[in-house]
């Protein structure tokens, strides 16, 4: 029963681990992909209701109902597509327990020759004095090969570490694939839009997985938010001066980020992505502080942020504000929509019947995003494990088998990559051997 049960594996590994058949995943996976890549992910209902109606279906059959049946919108958290996944990860598994590591152990087997007609397949061989074979051996030790000697017959092999590339490249697939389901299922992702100055929880979820955790533990505060600009007054880079808060209040970390320079703490990355101007805080006649609300109106490709305020509640003359940027210049029209006045902050603007303002301060906002993806790092470790994998695939791997006759002694040898350079070698090293004749 227990033979027959090994028997029953051993059969059951060797068909999943059959090529076709991973080509078949592979090929089903990158269809997925791309059908993901096609059908936009995680969006409202209304979303696909309106852009794959029922009416007018693409390719008259693809429409709103059959993507959301088939889970399409939500291909990569679908369980389905994990199966898929799963299978070719363990069609790899399978290949690399019943081909690539048995291959591997063969390759460290000592391989003799046992006659000489077996050394007729051989196309580079050399027959030499019989007083040389215990030379030989010498000669291929300090070439770093792993040398074994049996009687009359030797066996050399070097670059066996080449041949560990296929299984560090079947470990990398397998990392990607598994670092990615970590970040499908325990990964979120959360958009945030912050006043300065204020304190915030993780709130605003866009996406997040089925195992994912947030963070409520954490608090995090706007310090500070600045715009640098060009001499030609376009935004150069925005800057977010970021603490997290411990549920004391404490500041545990703090870092200024801008755009592709997050700031990371227990596997979260803040990212810098957005910016606007909720108002300007004013002060109306040296005396009352207001706050005046600005619109963001996009025009041509540019931003622009407009707002209003009387100048007395008695008055009727009402003024509009113009901001362009957070260079410092601010816009003052009348109510014709004559400019009155370009001011700064902190400047003075004087009106007739003694009404005056003074602008303090922007109000403005910075956008971020925040990431966690736990799969990350097996992704990072899955690149490293293919750029290793590339490097020592170029390694050859050489073996050389030596045997002994009556009068002489027979050196061949191949490998299984750059066998030009083998042959040159080989040469060089039958040449030694000879030259050490010489000394005797």
Aim: with cysteine; aromatic share 14%.
């Amino acid at each position: 029963m227990v033979f027959s049960t090994k028997l029953y594996t051993t059969k059951l590994l060797k068909k999943l681990a059959d090529l076709l058949l991973a080509i078949w995943l592979l090929a089903s996976i990158g269809i997925l992909i791309a059908l993901g890549t096609f059908i936009e992910q995680d969006q409202p209902l209304a979303f696909y209701q309106e852009n794959y109606p029922t009416t007018a279906p693409i390719l008259g059959f693809v429409d709103w109902k059959l993507i959301t049946s088939l889970n399409l919108n939500i291909l990569y958290s679908n369980i389905w597509f994990f199966g898929i996944v799963g299978f070719f990860a363990s069609s790899l598994l399978a290949c690399t327990y019943t081909t690539q590591i048995p291959a591997l152990k063969k390759f460290r087997l000592w391989e003799f020759i046992t006659n000489f007609k077996s050394l007729r397949k051989f196309q580079l061989k050399r027959q030499l004095p019989r007083n040389l074979a215990s030379t030989s051996v010498y000669q291929l030790y300090g070439k770093n090969y792993h040398v074994f000697r049996q009687g009359k017959k030797n066996y050399a092999y070097s670059g066996l570490l080449g041949r560990v590339g296929p299984i560090l490249v079947h470990f990398s697939i397998l990392f990607v694939l598994f670092g990615s389901a970590c970040g499908a299922l325990g990964g979120y992702t959360v958009q945030e839009i912050v006043p300065r100055g204020e304190i915030f929880h993780l709130q605003n979820l866009v996406k997040s997985g089925n195992l994912s955790k947030i963070p409520q533990y954490l608090s995090w505060r706007v310090n500070d938010f600045w715009i640098t600009y060009t001499e030609e007054a376009k935004v150069n880079q925005f800057y977010s001066d970021l603490s997290i808060l411990d549920v004391k209040g404490q500041e545990v970390k703090r870092k200024i980020i801008f755009v592709n320079e997050p700031l990371v703490y227990n596997g979260v990355s803040v990212y810098q992505t957005d910016w606007d101007i909720l108002g300007l805080k004013l002060k109306l006649n040296d005396q009352q502080t207001i706050q005046v609300p600005l619109n963001k109106i996009s025009k041509s490709g540019r931003n622009f942020w407009l707002g209003s305020v009387f100048l007395d509640g008695n008055s009727k003359q009402k003024i509009t504000i113009l901001l362009n940027d957070l260079t410092g210049n601010i816009y003052v029209y009348d109510n014709a929509g004559l400019l009155v006045a370009t001011t700064k902050l902190g400047q003075l603007v004087v009106f007739p019947e003694d009404q005056s303002l003074r602008f303090q301060e922007f109000l403005t906002t910075t956008g971020l995003q925040l990431k966690e993806d736990p799969g990350l790092r097996l992704i990072y470790l899955s690149f490293f494990l293919v750029m290793v994998s590339i490097y020592i695939s170029f390694l050859s791997y050489s073996q050389i088998w030596g045997f002994e006759k009556t009068d002489e002694f027979i050196l061949a040898g191949k490998s299984n990559r750059a066998v030009l350079a083998f042959q040159e070698d080989f040469k060089k090293d039958v040449k030694e051997i000879l030259n050490t004749l010489k000394f005797n």
